[in-house]
């Protein structure tokens, strides 16, 4: 089964996962990335590259940050950004899904950024406009239910890598909910893909996947042990919702368990990074002295996310 | 000229071209190397051409008007103009001049830092050919070079040499 | 009429036959096997060289859609798909809508079923009223309208009160009970099975044990109250064991598989095919081997397509979002074949899973091709190979996870009653 994210050339015309993409590829955004960083810095924020595109912000679920970072890098290439909080008004009239990706086609999108609470919806997409032989029309998954959010995991190795320079020598633990989180699962596929040779999940059985194990990482329920060590701690945002009932009996308790304290800190390496895709619980998975410390990068991971959406939307539209 | 021995020294050239602009060009002039081999060609030319240029660096990969055809060029550089571009003189310096539009595209990306005082062109090679209105203030050398061979600086251990090649496309 | 089926290789599970020889229909029967009766002269002589003259096919779980849901497919169009898979005879489960929870709904589906004169449709009754679990339906009544059983469909009874109840009612009647194992509430917002797959793809999972625990609630309470217990579309290794072990208990119970667990596992719902939503889900390769294994020594009895024709609409959706099912009358026969030919069963002992095993629980005589029996006959090619295509499915529904698989098996004619209803 072909990937249905690379071309008849093999190269990426899709980003849906990181799952199955070779290295190069993921090398290559991450390369492509660096020079976009710089764009940032610059008197114009702006490169001409995608000029004249349509990027359609696709989100049929509600974010605010991730649809903002995606504007802002769609701009920064100066491509026309149109914003779509679909939600239920189009379904609840009986249109679907695929629908509405065709009447966005016939309006000329370049590019959809795919946001849904359903797992594998952009995979859905692709596979729909790869069917009709409209290979000019990109799909970036934005986050799709619990299954991945490729850009995240891509801007997490960006930032692994800038401060670590290899991956091949590292030690990465991820805490918390991996059950629900899309942005585990993506950071998981690009770690393994790029060489890690450690790769921790930490957190209760409640909120670890059936056998992921198979997704080449080592399962911690304590903390303390999983942190020892390592040379980068990504913290996973616990949801509302699952913070009280029958995956955890409390907030506090959870904190007290897999809170990120500078005390569980350091255990860690001296020179360990902390990451969090944000927004962040403070008190819930992350005291504010860690996330505000000396070994915190989330704000810089925030910098580079932009970076790295420009590379991946640039990279696509021109395949 | 098809010939590919027939091309000169690249050495001679950059010395010829250094030669042109001494006493020409503004004592404070920035030279701006284009990737890559104008990036090369710049940082040779302050110690050629007496004053204090300061070296910047411009990747033209995503000002570039191929794009729709060819996508984007793996391994873009970061560019880097580590001085005011406001109201400063700034040569950009390229290897081989042809179409021209590599240096259209240097010249927005300029004005995308900045309100440069002046610009101005150096080249190592101009083949003819344009399909902008774009002229050199400096050149070290002219030739006459056949549509379908690309003029190419590579540099081997310091030392800058030209080729002519096929062109794939 | 008089129909001839010239030269064929006669599989007869039942009364053991297997055998190049001529089968005779006359008066919608058979009437002899090898030599003529006296003063034979066919109105019609079918050409069965090379081909297997079987039993029609008897499937156990067939969704018609009717009444309700004819969006989806008519029972037209799904006894045209049964026919031309040769299956003559099929229970259809009762959740239509509304559901078959009153006789006079089973009458009609049966009246209607008999004018298209195709298939024999043997309603499977709801078993508890609307199939809200909450009080038992009148079993005599639909009994006598034609109901074979009665089920509970896919909707889990939470009630095991209730369960006990209606098993010791039925029991006392007579009536089998035919149960898919689910628990009202492991799993119940999953979509895929608890594994490496769901894991790898952010789908909510179904754990086995959703299955184990009710089945043997299940097989706790059919062993107090006695009653006749048939398990319907099992999907895990461990029931499996569980299965064999009440079997070897004496416990009256059989078991049927659904066609399409024999040969997928949950790696093929590959980039999220909603084809591949099933339920129950597909599970490991190493349940399917169970299933398989189970299936081979006898403590499966019977094989059935699930057949659930789904609408396009309704599967070009995200995987979560698709309407589970896939379309399977005409897929029975060619994914029993493929069974029998991977794991080396004998073409007879893979017959009798979709003939007259299955024909035991619904019908005394079907199933069988012996003389006097009525004249429901599967005449196919083995080593034909087709491709599973929309185009090539009569079925309304055009969803399968095989489609543009190569399937071997093409069903060249069908009788039921010695008319033929179908042929290639």
Redesign the interface.
Known sequence: MRNPQLNANGELTHLLTLEGLPPDIIRGILDTATPFVSIGEREVKKVPLLRGKAVFNLFFENSTRTRTTFEIAAKRLSADVINLNIGASSTSKGETLLDTVDNLVAMDADIFVVRHSQSGAPHLIAAHLNAAERRHVHVVNAGDGRHAHPTQGLLDLYTIRHYKKEFHNLTVAIVGDVLHSRVARSLIHGLTTLGTPEVRVIGPRTLMPARVEAMGVRTFNDMRAGLAGVDVVVMLRLQNERMKGALLPSAGEYFKHYGLTQEKLALAKPDVIVMHPGPMNRGVEIDSAVADGARSVILPQVTFGIAVRMAVMSIIAGN | MSDATALPDAEATLLALAERMRGAVAHDAAFVGIYSGGAWLAERLPALVPGNHPVGYIDVAFYRDDYARTGLKPNAKRTELPFDVDGATIVLVDDVLFTGRSVRAAVNELFDFGRPARVELAVLIDRGGRELPIEPTYCGARLAVARDLSIVLSRDDGCLRLAAEKQGR | MKIEIAHGRIVDPRNGVDRVASLYVAAGRVAAIGAAPDGWHPNRVLDAHGLVVAPGLVDLSARLREPGLEYRATLESEMEAAVAGGVTRLACPPDTDPPLDEPGLVAMLRHRARSLNRAHVHPVGALTVQLQGVALTEMGELAEAGCVAFSHADVPLADTDLLRRAMQYAATFGHALWLRAVDPYLGRAGIAH???V????????I?AAAETIALATILALARETGVRVHLTRLSCAESIAMIRAAKRDGLPVTADVAAHHLHLCDVDI???D?NANLVPPLRTTRDRAALRAGLADGTIDVVCSDHAPVDD?AK??????AEPGATGLELLLPLTLKWAADDGVPLPAALAKITCAPARLVAAGAGELGVGRAADVCIFDPLAHWKVERGALKSQGKNTPFLGLEVPGRVRWTLIGGQVVYES
């Open positions: 608890d594994g490496e769901a894991t790898r793809l952010g789908l909510a999972g754990p590959g980039w999220f909603a609409d070009q959706v995200p995987f979560g979002e």
